[in-house]
């Protein structure tokens, strides 16, 4: 956490204490913080192969970032946020590729993935729109010189909730997972329309109008049901109990395993800070994450 600017960090904890009172206020004042740091960040060495199909819908695309020299380098693909009914691989100028340029520049190719949104594919639409990423990338990432058979996978807030259900769900329980490890970064592992969730709306589009299905389509409800090693991290300053469902899910992974549970609590991050501060100066999680991808691709 050093290298983080003293200046950053004052910002984001005044950020971080009326977190809750306007998360949409407090992202796009985030995104003004990173913005300008992503923009001078080092790019060089890393090509970008823009808007791959991975199926017919418009939306099902993503990017590949690879660093120079690759050659059977491992894979990681990230999938963004935004409540379900908003959200896209790149929200604007710098994010989310920042965080696949800085897992390139440590050798990863990266990939970017774009999925259908609540409207045109409610549950469990979009954990079937990463599971198709996920086949296509198996299938094609040798032309990038990636390893088919080191994949790690990242999700962010939403795109956690679609990481997690094919990690976890019944509905994948069959299916083969080409992964092998994943990575929930603030992610929504419950279902809920609660007063206090500024992102009600979104969870009633893609989880339906009947709360009474929420806790069968709710990553945390099969937790235990997780097929590869999983890594859940959570900002201090979180979405409304983003960070109590994310500990629920850590320790059922943890009893399942009768082992530690594999929990991260990132000091001073917000939401959005937890995934835009990737490839500035203060590398620590990214590091934590890089060492659990390691453990995981053995």
Same mark, same amino acid.
């Given at each position: 956490?050093?290298?983080?600017?003293?200046? &950053?960090?004052?910002?984001?904890?005044?950020? @971080? !204490?009326? +977190?809750?009172?306007?998360?949409?206020? @407090?992202?796009?004042?985030?995104?003004?913080?990173?913005?300008?740091?992503?923009?001078?960040?080092?790019?060089?060495?890393?090509? =970008?192969?823009?808007?791959?199909?991975?199926?017919?819908? #418009?939306?099902?695309? &993503?990017?590949?970032?690879?660093?120079?020299?690759?050659?059977?380098?491992?894979?990681?693909?990230?999938?963004? *946020?935004?409540?379900? =009914?908003?959200?896209?691989?790149?929200?604007?100028?710098?994010?989310? *590729?920042?965080?696949?340029? +800085?897992?390139?520049?440590?050798?990863?190719?990266?990939?970017?993935?774009?999925?259908?949104?609540?409207?045109?594919?409610?549950?469990?639409?979009?954990?079937? $729109?990463?599971?198709?990423?996920?086949? +296509? !990338?198996?299938?094609?990432?040798?032309?990038?010189?990636?390893?088919?058979?080191?994949?790690?996978?990242?999700?962010?807030?939403? @795109?956690?909730?679609?990481?997690?259900?094919?990690? %976890?769900?019944?509905?994948?329980?069959?299916?083969?997972?080409?992964?092998?490890?994943?990575?929930?970064?603030?992610?929504?592992?419950?279902?809920?329309?609660?007063?206090?969730?500024?992102?009600?709306?979104?969870?009633?589009?893609?989880?339906?109008?009947?709360?009474?299905?929420?806790?069968?389509?709710?990553?945390?409800?099969?937790?235990?049901?997780?097929?590869?090693?999983?890594?859940?991290?959570?900002?201090?300053?979180?979405?409304?109990?983003? $960070? =109590?469902?994310?500990?629920?899910?850590?320790?059922? &992974?943890?009893?399942?395993?009768?082992?530690? #549970?594999?929990? =991260?609590?990132? #000091?001073?991050?917000?939401?959005?800070?937890? !995934?835009?501060?990737?490839?500035? #100066?203060?590398? +620590?999680?990214?590091?934590? !994450?890089?060492?659990?991808?390691?453990?995981? %691709?053995?």
């Amino acid at each position: 956490m050093s290298q983080r600017p003293e200046r &950053l960090t004052q910002r984001l904890r005044e950020l @971080g !204490v009326r +977190w809750q009172h306007d998360i949409r206020k @407090g992202g796009d004042e985030t995104k003004a913080l990173y913005v300008p740091l992503l923009a001078q960040a080092p790019k060089a060495g890393v090509d =970008i192969i823009d808007n791959l199909a991975y199926g017919d819908h #418009p939306r099902q695309i &993503l990017d590949v970032y690879r660093p120079t020299g690759a050659h059977r380098a491992p894979v990681v693909l990230f999938v963004h *946020g935004g409540a379900f =009914i908003r959200g896209a691989k790149n929200i604007n100028a710098e994010m989310y *590729g920042n965080v696949l340029t +800085w897992f390139a520049r440590q050798g990863y190719i990266g990939i970017n993935v774009e999925y259908r949104l609540a409207q045109d594919a409610p549950y469990p639409g979009g954990a079937a $729109d990463v599971a198709q990423a996920c086949e +296509w !990338v198996a299938r094609h990432v040798h032309e990038f010189d990636g390893d088919p058979d080191r994949i790690c996978l990242i999700g962010h807030s939403a @795109g956690g909730t679609h990481v997690a259900t094919l990690a %976890c769900d019944p509905l994948y329980g069959s299916a083969p997972l080409n992964v092998q490890g994943v990575v929930l970064i603030s992610a929504r592992l419950k279902a809920d329309i609660l007063a206090v969730n500024p992102n009600a709306a979104g969870v009633r589009a893609y989880f339906g109008n009947d709360p009474s299905h929420y806790e069968s389509g709710s990553p945390l409800t099969h937790a235990a049901r997780a097929r590869v090693p999983v890594l859940v991290v959570n900002a201090e300053y979180e979405n409304p109990l983003l $960070d =109590i469902y994310g500990l629920e899910f850590a320790l059922a &992974l943890g009893k399942a395993s009768a082992s530690a #549970p594999l929990h =991260i609590a990132l #000091p001073d991050h917000n939401h959005v800070s937890i !995934v835009a501060h990737f490839n500035t #100066p203060e590398q +620590w999680l990214g590091e934590q !994450v890089l060492a659990f991808f390691e453990r995981s %691709c053995r």
